[in-house]
Structures are given as structure tokens and as C-alpha cells.
């Protein structure tokens, strides 16, 4: 089974808390994009990279440091001041990990 196959649940998972949210979730499939998942409602624009990790995720310097390329692509994007980009870590063992992407740095979040 390749890694695509494996994730491809996850994010199918994941377009379905943004939808249980109140988001009209919209998926994008391939790697190669900086965003898996866009969330949209009448307040909010929510651009989210959904990532399966084997491991849990550790401290905020480790995820900083795991997954710095991802979050660097999601803050090249750009957008609009209401716009909110996330990172979202799948993990067997834990569960969910969620964190908001600022231009120079991370926040891990308790909930979507």
C-alpha cells in the first residue's frame, strides 16, 4: 500500500471534522499541493495541510522542526487577513494534533 493510499483516509477524515464544523470542505488530492483541505463559511476561510505521522508529534519544537517544509509552503500562499492556515497531524496513538500556522511560528490548538 502506498503512502498516498495510507493518508488518503486521514484526509477524507479530516474534510469530515471541517464539515461537522460548519465548513463547506473541499479536498484537494496529490502531495504536490500546499493545502489538502480548504474550509469555507460566512465568517471564516481555513486553508488546512493534513499530514499522517507515525510517531506523535512531541513538543511544539519538534513539530516546528518535523514539519517546517510543510508549514513554509502553507505561509507562501499568502491570502487575506481572515484567512487561517493550519496544520493537522494524524497519529495512531494520539489521535488528532491541530496547530494555526503564523507567518514566524506555530500555535497548537485544543480543537478544529
Known sequence: MTVAARSR???YEARNLLSSGGYHAFRFSGSRSPVNLIGLNTEDLLLVQVRRARRPPGSITEVNARFRSDMDSIRKI??????????W??????GWHYYEVFPGGVMELATP
Do not use: A, M, T
Request: glycine share 10%; hydrophobic share 25%; charged share 30%.
Open 9 to 11: 483516509p486521514v484526509e
Open 89 to 94: 497531524l494524524y497519529n495512531l496513538q494520539e
Open 78 to 87: 499568502g491570502g487575506p487577513r481572515f484567512c487561517r492556515k493550519e496544520l
